[in-house]
Antibody, heavy 122, light 110 residues
Framework: QVQLQESGPGLVKPSQTLSLACSVSGGSIKNGSHYWSWIRQPPGQGLEWIGYIYFSGRTSYNPSLKSRVTISSDSSTFQFSLKLDSVTAADTAIYYC??????????????WGQGTLVTVSS | FMLTQPHSVSESPGKTVTISCTGGGGGIASNYVQWYQQRPGRAPTPVIYDDNQRPSGVPARFAGSIDSSSNSAFLTISGLQTEDEAVYFCQSYDDSNHVLFGGGTQLTVL
């Protein structure tokens, strides 16, 4: 059973870059039938997809965040990462990493990390 | 393309409840729909994928369906239990394979 775990600073200053990593255990990020995704959830609100990356390195980003987001992966360390530039208070949220898995037709997010709260404040 | 859910629904234990997810700006049948359950303080977990398939370990009380005429997907939970009380999110993709979430529906079992 694959497990995911987010790590990174819980407090980021406005205008700085938010950087998080997701460690994957019990599976390989090299599996071509998966993608690796970041999702966030402002406190008390709904889910917002940030983006995903395949092992090939191909990425897809939420158009509303695309200009500020970079997702990368490192198969040697079984990690994938999120960078979000020029953060504001509106970026305060619980950030989840998750695996996209395709059982038959569509990819679905079958495994999630526990989430990490990132607060943007001076 | 966006997904719209009711803000909240409530039903009694043992009864059946249905949560809707309506596609706006596109056909909901064009891309498969997934459903996730999120209990307080926890990460979401999948309960339905590919419109109507249940991941391993999800009880048969959870069922998904699509109605093209209303451009909606539905999550039906029968034999409601108090442990089903949670927020349920629908999820699909747009034509660019961007992930879309509905706003979430709070299910109260009272």
């Amino acid at each position: 059973q694959v497990q995911l775990q987010e790590s990174g600073p819980g407090l980021v200053k406005p205008s700085q870059t938010l950087s998080l990593a997701c460690s994957v255990s019990g599976g390989s990020i090299k599996n071509g039938s998966h993608y690796w995704s970041w999702i966030r959830q402002p406190p008390g609100q709904g889910l917002e997809w940030i983006g995903y990356i395949y092992f090939s390195g191909r990425t897809s980003y939420n158009p509303s965040l695309k200009s500020r987001v970079t997702i990368s992966s490192d198969s040697s360390t079984f990690q994938f990462s999120l960078k979000l530039d020029s953060v504001t208070a509106a970026d305060t949220a619980i950030y989840y990493c998750a695996r996209g898995h395709r059982a038959s037709w569509a990819y679905y997010l079958d495994s999630w990390g526990q989430g990490t709260l990132v607060t943007v404040s001076s | 393309f966006m997904l719209t859910q009711p803000h909240s629904v409530s039903e009694s234990p043992g009864k059946t409840v249905t949560i809707s997810c309506t596609g706006g700006g596109g056909g909901i049948a064009s891309n498969y729909v997934q459903w996730y359950q999120q209990r307080p303080g926890r990460a979401p977990t999948p309960v339905i994928y590919d419109d109507n398939q249940r991941p391993s370990g999800v009880p048969a009380r959870f069922a998904g369906s699509i109605d093209s005429s209303s451009n909606s997907a539905f999550l039906t939970i029968s034999g409601l239990q108090t442990e089903d009380e949670a927020v349920y999110f629908c999820q699909s993709y747009d034509d660019s394979n961007h992930v879309l979430f509905g706003g979430g529906t709070q299910l109260t079992v009272l």
